[in-house]
């Protein structure tokens, strides 16, 4: 029979398992860290590039994150077709530098590639943007005052639909994004090879970051939805248009991911169906390590994620002679959420929620 003492005693089991959990972890991460570095197998302008090359990638992840957690802000919905947003935008990058590139403008010199890939990503925002407004319109609003399983589920269902809808009309062949040369340029010689599209990629990600926490928090539409994300019943009786405000919500959530995807495929110079998925849960898993429905939070947790996945392998792994330790960046990177979310469940920077009103 069930009794308190049994209840204790799983709670005892379970916390002895966490801290056990806990103290494993941080061995290895410290003991491991200490014989890497002790064993000087790579040099500073190794760690540097590693550094780059998780900036780059957390810079990616953030913005696909900001999409998520914006969502999650106004809805209390963790959107699980985000992930196929960016990969809609990946695929509209794509089909945009095709074309530009048959014109000769892709690869006419700097200014013309600067110009190309400004419309690629315009292209992306539009086709991403499109997407989402008919998901939220077709597969949320219904739902909007349903018990929470019921979106979840939906997302899932939407998210397993864009996918194989994708499939369907592109085949689950892989489609390359044209050469750009130039992008594979060094940006600044010297001690660390940062390469141009590096330099495009974590300065793409900057302006669109601080654009987007400047509108939040400096304009009209902004404060609506921080008003709406506080409370929808009242922020609608004060005059805001709360469907509006979800719908740009989500809009600009879905411009974030296409811009995503174009720079991701520049980097990856790939897109496929299933492109969305692996970034899509990296960004979630951001999102929550910065604290879900933080702006600020979904920025810093990607760029955490992505340095991580990057040096953490070869820092926490080499020394203890593990074999391909970079196979691994997914294990170093949910452990990391799992320990974050054990010391701070509210993440880094704390999880954002209304607070509710007597």
Not at 12 to 36: E, Q
Not at 186 to 210: F, T
Request: proline share 4%; net charge positive.
């Amino acid at each position: 029979m069930y009794t308190r003492r049994t209840e204790r005693l799983i709670d005892f089991a379970i916390g002895a398992f966490l801290w056990g959990f806990r103290i494993v972890v941080v061995l290895v991460v410290v003991i491991g860290s200490i014989l890497t570095l002790a064993a000087g197998q790579f040099s500073l302008a190794n760690w540097l590039r590693l550094m780059v090359d998780g900036l780059t990638l957390g810079s990616v992840y953030a913005l696909i994150a900001l999409g998520y957690t914006m969502v999650y802000g106004i809805l209390r919905m963790i959107n699980f077709a985000h992930g196929e947003i960016f990969m809609s935008g990946a695929f509209g990058g794509y089909f945009a530098a095709v074309f530009l590139n048959g014109a000769g403008i892709l690869n006419g010199g700097p200014l013309l590639t600067f110009l190309a890939i400004v419309v690629m990503i315009l292209a992306a925002m539009a086709v991403s943007t499109t997407l989402a407004l008919l998901v939220e319109r077709i597969a949320y609003r219904p739902l909007r005052n349903a018990p929470r399983l019921v979106p979840l589920i939906t997302a899932i269902g939407a998210s397993f639909f864009l996918q194989y809808s994708f499939r369907g009309f592109f085949g689950p062949g892989i489609y390359a994004y044209p050469s750009v040369p130039i992008l594979q340029g060094e940006l600044l010689p010297g001690l660390v090879r940062v390469r141009v599209i590096d330099g495009l990629v974590v300065g793409a990600a900057i302006v669109m970051m601080l654009g987007l926490y400047l509108f939040v928090t400096r304009t009209r539409v902004g404060t609506a939805m921080r008003a709406v994300s506080e409370d929808k019943e009242t922020a609608a009786l004060m005059g805001i248009n709360v469907d509006r405000i979800i719908v740009t919500t989500f809009a600009i959530g879905a411009m974030m991911a296409g811009a995503a995807g174009v720079l991701y495929g520049l980097m990856f110079t790939q897109v496929y169906f299933f492109t969305g998925f692996i970034p899509g849960l990296k960004a979630f898993t951001s999102a929550v390590l910065g604290g879900i429905g933080n702006i600020p939070g979904a920025m810093l947790g990607g760029l955490f994620l992505g340095v991580t996945e990057s040096i953490g392998p070869i820092l926490f792994l080499s020394g203890l002679n593990v074999p391909s330790p970079n196979q691994l960046k997914d294990v170093i990177a949910f452990t990391m959420l799992v320990l974050i979310l054990i010391f701070r469940p509210s993440g880094i920077l704390g999880e954002r929620l209304a607070a509710k009103r007597a």
